[in-house]
């Protein structure tokens, strides 16, 4: 299978290396093993040095591509009423659109009218809330504008972040965003954190703790300008967990509040870095 990108200026000065890997969804060591098997060529010029500096408007040619995408997995569901289904999101998946978990559960509840409410990037793991109607989905729009919907995320950063709490309020497409974040361990290697959003920006907690020096673990696009890519290499993806979400249901009135547990590459990510 054969893909082909153009680069742009935000790309601009990046490696080949870094850029398969981002572009691709693949590890930076994956990155080079594709390249050393002499399958990328630039302006249609084979190339094997992952420095290789790429330019604006170079033409990048991937002729036998190798992703790092997990297996298709059994999609969990953690909370479900007349309403509203929270599943328990696996990384790699998408959230919506087509081979997505909303598709996958449209398909196996036979839910023609199930939506995804939100979004959670496709390396992101945990909850998800889906409407069972368009009514209910609705509501739920509404309670997102109106910021009454908590949810809290598990992430392990790059470092040593040494405040107890602090939040990030750094402006994101020049529009406000506010993330708080608080230490629940940390040393030199990494820190793990729990970060809830105010704002729901994309790719908010990853580009505030990039912003502060800190980018998330295993995060192949932020995380690479720090350096952190070689470090990380072995970290499957992301290190962000939607750990629980809670709100109360428009239609009964009831307070809901869901939690889905740390899932094992977390885990092991942790002991690794002998976090707790």
Not at 27 to 38: H, N, P
Not at 105 to 110: E, P, S, V
Not at 224 to 235: K, P
Request: hydrophobic share 40%.
């Amino acid at each position: 299978m054969k893909k082909s990108f153009t680069v742009r200026i935000a790309d601009k000065g990046k490696s080949l290396q870094d850029f398969l890997a981002v572009h691709l969804n693949l590890s930076r060591r994956k990155a080079k093993e594709l390249i050393d098997s002499r399958d990328v060529l630039v302006n249609r010029r084979r190339v094997w040095m992952a420095r290789h500096p790429l330019e604006k408007d170079d033409i990048v040619e991937v002729l036998n591509i190798k992703s790092d995408a997990p297996a298709k997995t059994e999609v969990k569901i953690l909370y479900q009423d007349d309403d509203f289904i929270v599943a328990d999101k696996p990384a790699g998946m998408l959230s919506n659109d087509e081979d997505s978990l909303e598709s996958s559960l449209r398909a196996k509840l036979n839910m023609p009218e199930l939506q995804a409410v939100h979004r959670l990037d496709r390396d992101t793991s945990g909850c998800l809330l889906l409407a069972k109607n368009q009514k209910a989905f609705m509501e739920m729009v509404d309670l997102f504008k109106k910021k009454s919907i908590k949810k809290i995320y598990h992430v392990i950063a790059a470092g040593n972040i040494e405040k107890e709490e602090q939040q990030i309020s750094f402006k994101i497409d020049d529009e406000h965003a506010l993330t708080r974040i608080r230490r629940l361990d940390g040393n030199s290697k990494g820190t793990h954190l729990v970060a809830m959003i105010e704002t729901g920006r994309t790719h908010q907690i990853r580009k505030h703790l990039d912003i502060i020096n800190h980018p998330v673990l295993g995060d192949r696009q932020y995380g690479m300008r720090f350096g952190v890519a070689e470090f990380a290499d072995n970290i499957p993806r992301q290190m962000i967990h939607s750990y629980s979400i809670e709100f109360t249901s428009p239609s009964t009135g009831r307070s809901i509040f869901v939690k889905a547990p740390l899932p094992d590459d977390f885990r092991a990510c942790l002991s690794k870095l002998h976090l707790s």
